[in-house]
């Protein structure tokens, strides 16, 4: 796999320990594996104590096994296909509640992204949302359920948002043509980062338009051509990620944008209700 972490464990390798050589043969062979196994299953996995996983990730530059670890799953999350996802998950999910895990997993997503995110792009974010001229959406794959979930949400307070829903990439410049400046791009991209979703941001950008990211890290290829970024902890528990982290900072990005539009919406939702009671849209109890 070609990551400058694998280069440098391979790089490393001549001069490691015996044990430590086994260790490097392992995650080198198999990262999808390694990735997700504690220091404790890797060790008995192959042989090896875990004080000495711990202090492999350390000559190695790390803090310790963890850090190591989750620069290990950064890698490979984008490379992984869907049978090596079902395999590293049978590793964690193999004993246990898995309902239990899988749910713990996911608050524990939510609170690292409200521990880490930057309220200062949260709240550039909401106000380029609430001045742009036009909102263009873009999710694909796995994202297109985020991007429908914002664009709907947020066409009820805004009435200029416009989702890229479309599966050609011709339809999808067609549909950017008259993009420009003072509009806002927001682009929404997950692990296996999809190359359409990139190739949009870059077409917006060039037109002028300001780029919103929401993506998991910094080195997420739309990250990088962003002009604000959320990021929010996304990983695996199979062949499908985890996205509430993602969902939960789309619903925060809606309420501000409502409390920054509170009365023009209370005006918006005050006729919808009369035309949802005229068209009999919902259901009304007794």
């Known amino acids: 796999m070609n990551s400058d972490l694998i280069k440098n464990i391979r790089a490393k390798m001549p001069k490691m320990s015996k044990s430590h050589k086994i260790i490097a043969a392992y995650i080198i062979e198999r990262p999808d594996n390694a990735a997700y196994l504690t220091a404790t299953k890797l060790g008995n996995m192959i042989g090896i104590s875990e004080s000495t996983v711990v202090r492999f990730a350390i000559e190695l530059g790390f803090r310790g096994y963890p850090e190591m670890q989750k620069a290990l799953k950064d890698v490979i999350r984008t490379n992984m296909t869907s049978v090596q996802r079902v395999e590293a998950a049978n590793s964690i999910m193999s004993d246990g509640d898995v309902l239990a895990k899988v749910m713990n997993s996911d608050a524990d997503k939510i609170k690292l992204t409200l521990a880490e995110v930057c309220r200062e792009d949260f709240d550039h974010a909401s106000e380029m949302i609430t001045n742009a001229k036009k909102v263009y ?150």
Request: aromatic share 8%.
């Open 137 to 286: 959406i873009i999710g694909i794959r796995s994202a297109s359920m985020l991007a429908s979930f914002f664009a709907y949400h947020l066409n009820i307070v805004l009435n200029n948002v416009t989702l890229l829903d479309m599966t050609s990439a011709d339809e999808m410049f067609e549909r950017l043509m008259w993009i420009s400046k003072g509009d806002v791009f927001i682009g929404i991209s997950f692990p296996r980062y999809s190359k359409r979703t990139r190739a949009a941001i870059e077409f917006a950008k060039k037109r002028g338009a300001n780029i919103l990211a929401i993506t998991d890290s910094d080195s997420s290829p739309i990250a990088e051509v962003s002009d604000c970024r959320l990021l929010a902890k996304s990983d695996m528990a199979s062949f499908v990620d985890s996205l509430v982290a993602p969902l939960s900072i789309i619903n925060a990005l809606i309420v501000a944008v409502s409390m920054n539009k509170k009365e023009e919406l209370s005006n918006h939702l005050s006729e919808l209700e009369k035309i949802w009671d005229e068209y009999e849209v919902y259901e009304k109890s007794n």
